[in-house]
């Protein structure tokens, strides 16, 4: 598809030289001058344009050929228009002046667009392009005047402010008439002819429905026939921008302008509400309104028209995207006015009624979804079978589906608050939420670093935090959910047999239906053999994406959490970081990144809330004491093991909890010196690595912490210090293989047996109060006045 | 409205490193994003419009790797007259492009992976993405077809006033069209006759 020589061709354009480039030039200015427009004119521009859009710099300026490419701008041959307007798109801009307004077609029109400055010349594009609808008579082809929607679309999106009263009143008017009231003929083609026909039969005949029916009302998009009339053209491209023209000009903030008209409308207000309730006079409303109520009208019809079984299936496609539309409006027109939600409503709530049981319509009822969180409440309708839906049956089936995925998750972050506030099954339906995220990590991840902190409360904390940590799992899961169902169950699966198996296998099959659970408050007991059973996914792609995307969702749940947890949930995190920090799928980099993420955390924690460590002190015990994970190799667990020891030194003491009695000191101290002993007296078993070094010194340090607390602890340790000093005389020991590494260890352990020999300094020096290490450089009189020269001295000192 | 629509390479080049993107064709609609709000000099607006566009590309390559990535599938070689089959085989997904990278508004950047070559579309994230999605598929088999995508050539760079037409008609100014067959009958007509000049 892509071939070199393309590469090739695009490398030619960049490096052509400036001599041959003017060479080529010349020639093309001959050409042009030449009455005939033949091929290699064609030719020429196009290579023009390639050489111009190759790069990025604008490094050539086309001075010579600028008039004359700008004269073809207005050519009647359409190739012209379109070549000439692609070349002036990469040079230098046009200024307002050199434009022909009169004669402005479509791909002029879109280079004024994109290049002049837009605001100076604009209003000029608009009077003109107002003057073109207001002119009864097109000159031309039919699409001369239908450009002039798209563009003014293209005003209203950047500049609204650019349309006075009088163009948004006259275009309200225009729009009324295009959309409810074009042509119910067909226009275009003449009928086939033939010996036969004579007049009568060259009557158009009526427009039809998609499903081939002649149709009974009105002209709309879902509208067919064997040609179109330009206002039925103009219907198609009035109701393609009608969302943007009714969000810009009628939504709630910008209704009213002047006080004046505040009065007015609250008068007509309740005028108005009373006509559309009756919907009898709509001829009596002001412009703005009767396009509202046209809107109305024409959305009910696509509604009814969507029902029906069109023929083709681009058609259908379209009608999906007709409701999805319709329902937009409908939204945006009550917004407006909230006394049509009585009128709408019943509408809204049918169609929901014929789609939801149909999934292939799942990206429809995303806006009606929308549609009764806006409104449900004061239409006092039962929302909790579209939630059910949302929550429920969207995400367990659908989540392969990325366009639903996106919007279905936008849609949730959009309403976020709202949705926390009316749906309380919002928090608990995570399991559900997940499965998007599980399924395809790259994509979602985004959404879901901004909807995670939604989901995090007190109440579903802790089972949360188990399932973002198999979440790897849960990607296997569907995985095999989706291989399972394609797959007869006869047949071999090929590279994934024995977790296939696995998951059809009805004494394990509760495992798997635990992480494909829809919603939260379950727990599981064979964590474990679950991940044995997935191990061979631990090289399935997805599942590495999914990995590779946890970590960062820890770090915002733990950041989360620590804002809406009291002590009790705290300590409970803590206990689930210490148990599943061993109890993970088996990928190596994810079980190594979660325990990053663990140490990060579990020392935040601690130091936030000291007393957790009296609290939880048995078990930091247990996790740090287990001799074989000092002996791992992995870093990030090392760490965890460094940081827990050294959250044991420092906080277990009086100061921290007053609970923190001398027994529970010395059990503790006791645990930490069985470690220290055990790695330092031998030889590591076989196949382990030495203990890492600072692992031995962070031990010795939370030891000698300990003892400086109680008084009694001191000579044990010294016994081991001097030990120590005994040991490693001869240069070399068994537990330790690097010589820096040892005359290190040996060092610390000279300063703290010196520092221990004076118990009263110890405690201060090795743990001092806080105030110590908070900077006070205002109050602290040693400080201050150094700090005061030096300001005084910078402002005086003019540089 | 649709902010830019976009040509690109999803499969490595030579020339440039695993990350990067080629753009074949781009074209943005719409009043220039900084025109506002800076005092840039027009050269520097314009390369700056095109590093925009460069990073959507880059940002849609590797949402494209990754989803061809997760899902295994193996890519199988298509020749020209089978555009509508590869159409059918090809990857599509939707990227969300947040605010400031790179447009200043939060975008959904549509994409549809044919081979070698992706298909981009910029619209507002609050459009009609159902349309947008329907629109993207058309006019990616448009392209197969007029430019012979699926061949050896090089027709994408010196024939891109076919593109030009193609969404002058199916999307003219950025506009999503709600075409029944019969609209889009006439419209493709029209370019037809383009293409045959």
């Known amino acids: 598809m892509y071939s070199h020589g393309s590469e090739s061709l695009i490398k030619q354009a960049r490096e052509i030289q400036e001599s041959e480039l003017q060479k080529f030039y010349g020639r093309l200015v001959r050409l042009l001058q030449a009455k005939e427009v033949g091929h290699e004119t064609i030719d020429s521009l196009q290579r023009l344009h390639l050489i111009l859009s190759a790069t990025k710099f604008t490094r050539i300026k086309i001075v010579p050929l600028h008039k004359r490419i700008l004269l073809l701008i207005s050519s009647p041959l359409e190739q012209l228009q379109v070549l000439s307007s692609a070349v002036l798109r990469e040079t230098l801009p046009l200024s307002g002046q050199e434009v022909n307004y009169s004669h402005l077609n479509s791909h002029a029109a879109s280079l004024l667009v994109s290049q002049v400055c837009f605001n100076t010349y604009i209003v000029l594009l608009c009077l003109l392009l107002f003057r073109t609808l207001e002119s009864r008579q097109s000159e031309g082809p039919a699409h001369s005047i239908t450009h002039t929607l798209p563009i003014l679309n293209t005003v209203i999106t950047h500049s609204p402010e650019c349309l006075t009263e009088e163009h948004v009143t006259l275009l309200s008017k225009k729009l009324v008439d295009w959309l409810r009231y074009a042509s119910i003929t067909q226009g275009g083609g003449t009928s086939s002819g033939g010996f036969f026909s004579g007049p009568r039969s060259r009557q158009p005949g009526p427009i039809a429905e998609l499903d081939g029916t002649v149709s009974g009302d009105f002209f709309t998009v879902l509208c067919v026939g064997q040609g179109f009339t330009e206002d039925q053209w103009m219907n198609v491209y009035s109701f393609s921008m009608l969302r943007n023209w009714l969000l810009t000009y009628h939504s709630v903030s910008n209704c009213n302008t002047t006080a004046d008209s505040d009065d007015r409308s609250e008068v007509d207000g309740s005028v108005i509400s009373m006509v559309s309730a009756t919907s009898s006079s709509s001829r009596l409303l002001p412009p703005k309104e009767r396009l509202r109520e046209k809107a109305f009208q024409y959305c009910q019809r696509l509604i009814e028209q969507s029902d029906r079984k069109a023929h083709k299936r681009t058609d259908t496609e379209l009608q999906k995207a007709c409701l999805v539309e319709a329902v937009c409006i409908l939204d945006c027109v009550c917004l407006e006015d909230t006394s049509l939600v009585y009128r709408v409503f019943p509408c809204i709530k049918a169609l929901y009624g014929r789609l939801c049981s149909d999934l292939s319509f799942a990206r429809v009822l995303v806006p009606i979804a929308q549609f009764y969180l806006n409104h449900g409440e004061m239409a006092a309708v039962d929302c909790e079978p579209v939630w059910q839906l949302v929550f429920g049956r969207f995400p367990a089936e659908l989540f392969n589906d990325p366009f639903l995925a996106h919007e279905l998750l936008r849609f949730l972050r959009l309403n976020i608050e709202n949705l926390q506030l009316r749906v309380p099954q919002y928090t608990l339906s995570f399991p559900n939420l997940l499965k998007f995220l599980a399924w395809d990590s790259s994509a979602m991840v985004d959404d879901f670093v901004d909807l995670l902190p939604s989901l995090v409360t007190a109440g579903t904390a802790v089972e949360l935090l188990h399932t973002l940590l198999d ?170 093991i460094r940081k827990m020891v050294w959250v044991l030194g420092e906080y277990l003491s009086v100061s921290c909890d007053a609970r923190c009695s001398v027994r529970l000191i010395t059990s503790c101290f006791e645990a930490l010196e069985a470690v220290l002993f055990e790695i330092t007296s031998s030889a590591p078993p076989a196949g382990a690595v030495c203990p890492n070094p600072r692992v031995i010194t962070t031990l010795m340090s939370a030891l000698a912490k300990l003892a400086s607390r109680s008084h009694d602890l001191i000579p044990r340790i010294s016994l081991f210090f001097s030990k120590l000093r005994t040991v490693t005389r001869g240069g070399s020991a068994a537990w330790c293989s690097d010589e820096e590494d040892l005359v290190a260890i040996v060092t610390r352990g000279e300063e703290l047996w010196s520092l221990l020999k004076a118990p009263g300094v110890a405690q201060s020096v090795l743990t001092p109060p806080p105030h110590v290490n908070t900077a006070q450089w205002h109050r602290d009189t040693n400080v201050a006045m150094p700090l005061q020269l030096r300001t005084i001295t910078s402002l005086t000192h003019s540089q | 409205m649709v902010r830019c629509f976009l040509v690109h390479t999803v499969c490595p080049v030579s020339a440039l490193s695993a990350a990067e993107s080629r753009v074949l064709y781009s074209r943005v609609f719409g009043p220039d994003e900084t025109v506002q709000h800076e005092d840039l000099d027009p050269e520097e607006r314009r390369l700056q419009q095109r590093e925009r566009v460069a990073v959507v590309a880059r940002q849609v390559r590797s949402a494209v790797t990754l989803s061809r990535e997760a899902s295994g599938r193996q890519l199988v070689e298509m020749v020209p007259g089978e555009e509508a089959l590869a159409l059918q085989e090809a990857d599509s997904g939707v990227v969300r492009l947040r605010a400031g990278d790179p447009f200043s508004g939060e975008m959904s950047a549509l994409w549809v992976a044919v081979q070698s070559l992706g298909f981009t579309m910029v619209c507002e994230p609050h459009e009609n993405l159902l349309l947008a999605e329907g629109t993207l598929k058309n006019l990616t088999r448009h392209c197969l077809e007029h430019l012979h995508m699926l061949g050896p050539g090089s027709e994408v760079l010196l024939k891109g006033d076919r593109i030009d037409v193609l969404l002058s008609r199916l999307l003219p100014h950025g506009q999503l069209l709600f075409l029944n067959h019969r609209f889009a009958q006439s419209l493709e007509k029209e370019v037809s006759a383009y293409m045959t000049k």
């Open chain 1, 471 to 640: 979440l790897p799992c849960l990607s296997a899961t569907l995985v095999l959910q989706l291989r399972s169902a394609c797959l007869p169950i006869t047949e071999p699966s090929g590279r994934i047999l024995q977790a296939l198996d696995a998951f059809r296998n009805p004494s394990v099959r509760g495992l798997f239906l635990f992480l494909l659970r829809g919603e939260a408050g379950d727990t599981i007991e064979r964590l474990s053999t679950l991940h044995e059973l997935l191990t061979e996914s631990a090289d399935w792609p997805r599942v590495i994406q999914c990995a590779q995307t946890v970590p960062v969702l820890l770090h915002i749940f733990f950041n989360t959490v620590i804002k809406v947890a009291d002590e009790k949930l705290l300590a409970h995190l803590i206990l689930v970081q210490l148990e599943r920090s061993s109890l993970l799928l088996k990928i190596p980099k994810y079980i190594k990144e979660v325990h990053r993420v663990f140490s990060c955390h579990l020392l935040k924690l601690c130091k936030l809330h000291p007393s957790l460590v009296v609290d939880q002190s048995h078990e930091l015990l247990e996790f740090a004491g287990t001799t074989a994970n000092v002996y791992s190799k992995e870093e990030p667990l090392l760490l965890c």
